[in-house]
């Protein structure tokens, strides 16, 4: 069972940008799609962005798009979400999450959160001035 950790998370001004990292703490990731996804207080969990098994396909929330980017580091078995021109609306805790199949392919913002089974404890991100 995948545990995953999530890091980077920071107080930033509006325009700046972070790096978010999502591992396994002793496992590996490499074989899961993963997705990331966020929280802000007193709104639903949205997704923000995915990535597939191994790499090849991402997609993302209109609200992001050409300001994220996710990727993944197979030799640091590490997911990255780089986050610029951040806005104050950016501001949630941010979760990553593996998918419960390995090796699964394409993916989609608007999948299910239920196909994901291994969520992290979420990393705060607070776009603030």
């Known amino acids: 069972q995948l545990q995953l950790v999530e890091s980077g998370g920071d107080l930033v001004q509006p325009g700046g940008s972070l790096r978010l990292s999502c591992a396994a703490a002793g496992d590996t990731l490499d074989y899961y799609r993963i997705g990331w996804f966020r929280q802000a207080p007193g709104k639903e969990r949205e997704g923000v962005s995915c990535?597939?098994?191994?790499?090849?396909?991402?997609n993302y929330a209109n609200s992001v798009k050409g300001r994220f980017t996710i990727s993944r580091d197979n030799i640091r078995h590490t997911v990255y979400l780089q986050m610029t021109s951040l806005k104050p609306e950016d501001t949630a805790v941010y979760f990553c999450a593996a998918d419960r199949n390995p090796y699964a392919g394409a993916c989609s913002v608007a999948d299910s959160n239920e196909r994901y089974a291994f969520w992290g404890q979420g990393t705060q991100v607070t776009v603030s001035s």
């Open positions: 990535i597939s098994y191994p790499g090849r396909h991402t």
